[in-house]
């Protein structure tokens, strides 16, 4: 019988071990993943887009939440939906302007947390869809 209790004992070594080592391949992975870019879905009141190539962007996700200052620069990308190519500042600027008729408009910051530099910004003005 205790050549079975050994035999048993064994197996189960074997097993905690095979998850031990199993556990430390798997830690050093998910270490190294990092977050590389992150989005605001927005409002036209919640954000003050910047007039020159590189400037400011203010953000205010919610209304109790604390502005947040984003950075623009000349490598920042525009877009103006329906339109899948890029456009330029000037003209996703003007299409902010025309879209204040539209209340459902949304405009959606993609940006570096760790720089705050702002990647691209969509304009979507969603003509006929209610806001909530």
Not at 39 to 55: D, F, H, I, K, M
Not at 76 to 100: K, N, V
Not at 102 to 114: D, G
Not at 121 to 127: A, W, Y
């Amino acid at each position: 019988m205790s050549g079975l209790m050994n035999a048993h004992c064994g197996e189960r070594l074997l097993h905690l071990l095979g998850i031990a080592l199993l556990s430390a391949i798997a830690l050093p992975a998910a270490a190294t993943l990092q977050t590389i870019e992150q989005a605001y879905e927005l409002t036209r009141n919640q954000v003050v887009l910047p007039s020159e190539p590189e400037g400011r962007l203010s953000v205010r996700p919610c209304p109790k939440c604390q502005t947040v200052v984003l950075q623009v620069t000349p490598e920042t990308q525009w877009f103006s939906a329906p339109r899948t190519d890029m456009t330029t500042q000037e003209e996703m600027l003007a299409a902010f302007r025309a879209a204040a008729v539209q209340p459902a408009t949304l405009i959606y910051v993609y940006y570096e947390p760790r720089t705050k530099r702002v990647k691209r910004i969509v304009l979507d003005p969603r003509p006929g869809v209610p806001q909530p």
